[in-house]
């Protein structure tokens, strides 16, 4: 299995970035995906998660009505749309597939398959 995350980078404050993730050698139409990010000397936490059957999302609240996340099975790809960046959001984000389901999972022990991570940072 692999998992690659692209579309980082360095963008200033107010500004927009597309994170892209895509998956190889699992079912990734039956998988719950997530979006995790970790800032230096935190814990990585998730922020965004999607269903594989009703398409239902989650946000944390730091990110909730900033950032949209979607997926396109047929191309085996999870997307964040991240708009109004600030420098708290700088971070390496981590795209993830989890063993269950979004609502039962909300850390880290719920994820099966981890990517890289592609690094965002916001400077003001």
């Known amino acids: 299995v692999q998992v690659v995350e692209s579309g980082g980078g360095l963008v200033q404050a107010g500004g927009s970035l597309r994170l892209s993730c895509t998956a190889s050698g699992l079912t990734f139409s039956s998988y719950d995906m997530a979006w995790f990010r970790q800032a230096p000397g935190k814990e990585r936490e998730r922020i965004s998660c999607i269903g594989w059957i009703d398409n239902r999302t989650y946000y944390a609240d730091s990110v909730k009505g900033r950032f949209a996340i979607s997926r396109d099975n047929a191309k085996k790809s999870l997307y964040l749309q991240m708009t109004g960046l600030r420098p708290e959001d700088t971070a390496i984000y981590y795209c993830?597939?989890?063993?269950?389901?979004?609502?039962?999972?909300?850390?880290?022990?719920?994820?099966?398959?981890w990517g890289q991570g592609t690094q965002v940072t916001v400077s003001t």
């Open positions: 993830a597939a989890l063993y269950s389901r979004c609502a039962l999972y909300s850390g880290q022990n719920g994820v099966q398959y």
